[in-house]
């Protein structure tokens, strides 16, 4: 497939604690989704301490692509460069001109960075999206025995398959609910969209993507499904762009072992440990709390 559609966004980060970089080390922004690939904004420090702006572009696709941009730097509100660059499957990132130490003052550099990139995308060839599942069509409903409701959308789903991956879809068909024998169950306050993705990860589909792993997290957790919370796992091991942060916190949340074991191993005198504390304390287990405090204590 190839696009010659112009298409415009825009990624802002603000880059904080910039002396407690190493030097010859880069941060990296927030990931975010644009257009069917996964952009972040990143910042390097040189052995003097000057600065370079980056740019990265991933689609985890198998085959080529490329996207061919033109984009504007600003740097604290001002322009810093202008540029082309084409991202492919083997050339990902785009680094600028670096920013030295004695221009700091005219960006307002000091213990932090604003950095804005505007993206226009001129062309891009290989963009494939993922074919999603369809359990509505006449196959579904062929191999269905229930259908769920869920907001104004009907899925034809199977009550074993559904059932040996979840204990709450085993309860609710096998149990002593009032809706254990209908043909027909409303699941209500889930969100349709993400439950498609929750049911694709079931059938074996493999479609997360960082900007519903949160909410398809929670939806696992809520279904007692370990089989759509281990291919979650997997993603956030392997190809997740989301910040160290939020993998931490998801490991502890979400008793995802080999991915704690992960992020503990990437546990230094230089993280910011205010970051691991989750909004609610009960996400962490007491072991959790005492061997995070071992682990902060021990990098003294």
């Given at each position: 497939?190839s ?7 825009g990624i802002t980060h603000?880059?904080?604690n910039?002396?407690?970089l190493a030097?010859?080390?880069?941060m990296?922004g927030?990931?975010?989704k ?9 910042l ?5 301490g000057?600065?370079?702006?980056g ?10 692509w490329?996207i ?19 991202f492919?499957?083997?050339e990902?990132n785009?680094y600028?001109?670096?920013?030295s130490?004695?221009?700091f003052?005219n960006?307002?550099?000091?213990e932090?960075?604003t ?5 226009r995308?001129?062309?891009t ?5 993922i074919?999603?599942?369809?359990f509505?069509d006449d196959?579904a409903?062929e ?6 409701v869920v907001?104004?959308q009907?899925?034809f789903v199977?009550?074993m398959?559904?059932?040996f991956?979840?204990t709450y879809f085993k309860?609710?068909f096998?149990?002593?609910f009032?809706?254990?024998g209908k043909?027909e169950i409303?699941?209500k306050?889930?969100d ?5 993705l ?8 493999s479609v997360?993507e960082?900007?519903?792993?949160s909410?398809?997290?929670k939806?696992?957790?809520?279904f ?6 281990d291919?979650?796992?997997e993603?956030l091991?392997?190809r997740?762009?989301q ?8 490991a502890?949340?979400y008793?995802m072992?080999?991915l704690k074991?992960?992020c ?8 910011d440990?205010?970051?691991?504390s989750p909004?609610?304390a009960?996400d962490y287990?007491p072991d959790?709390w005492k061997?995070l405090?071992?682990?902060i204590?021990?990098?003294?």
């Amino acid at each position: 497939m190839s696009t010659t559609e112009e298409n415009n966004f825009g990624i802002t980060h603000v880059f904080k604690n910039i002396d407690g970089l190493a030097k010859q080390n880069e941060m990296v922004g927030n990931v975010e989704k644009h257009f069917g690939a996964f952009w972040a904004v990143k910042l390097y420090k040189y052995q003097d301490g000057d600065l370079r702006i980056g740019l990265n572009c991933e689609k985890f696709q198998s085959h080529d692509w490329s996207i061919k941009t033109n984009f504007d730097i600003l740097v604290g509100g001002q322009s810093f460069r202008t540029g082309s660059y084409l991202f492919t499957q083997d050339e990902k990132n785009f680094y600028s001109m670096h920013i030295s130490k004695n221009e700091f003052s005219n960006y307002e550099i000091n213990e932090t960075a604003t950095v804005e990139v505007r993206v226009r995308i001129s062309e891009t060839t290989g963009i494939m999206q993922i074919e999603s599942k369809n359990f509505s069509d006449d196959v579904a409903k062929e191999s269905s025995d229930v259908v769920l409701v869920v907001g104004d959308q009907k899925f034809f789903v199977s009550k074993m398959l559904l059932s040996f991956h979840s204990t709450y879809f085993k309860s609710l068909f096998n149990g002593n609910f009032s809706e254990s024998g209908k043909s027909e169950i409303e699941l209500k306050d889930i969100d349709p969209n993400v439950f498609q993705l929750f049911l694709e990860l079931v059938y074996g589909i493999s479609v997360v993507e960082d900007e519903k792993i949160s909410e398809l997290l929670k939806l696992a957790d809520f279904f007692n499904c370990q089989t759509a919370i281990d291919r979650c796992e997997e993603f956030l091991f392997f190809r997740s762009h989301q910040p160290f942060e939020f993998k931490f916190q998801a490991a502890l949340k979400y008793k995802m072992e080999t991915l704690k074991a992960k992020c503990y191993s990437g546990l230094s005198k230089n993280t910011d440990f205010s970051g691991l504390s989750p909004q609610d304390a009960h996400d962490y287990s007491p072991d959790d709390w005492k061997e995070l405090f071992d682990k902060i204590v021990s990098l003294k």
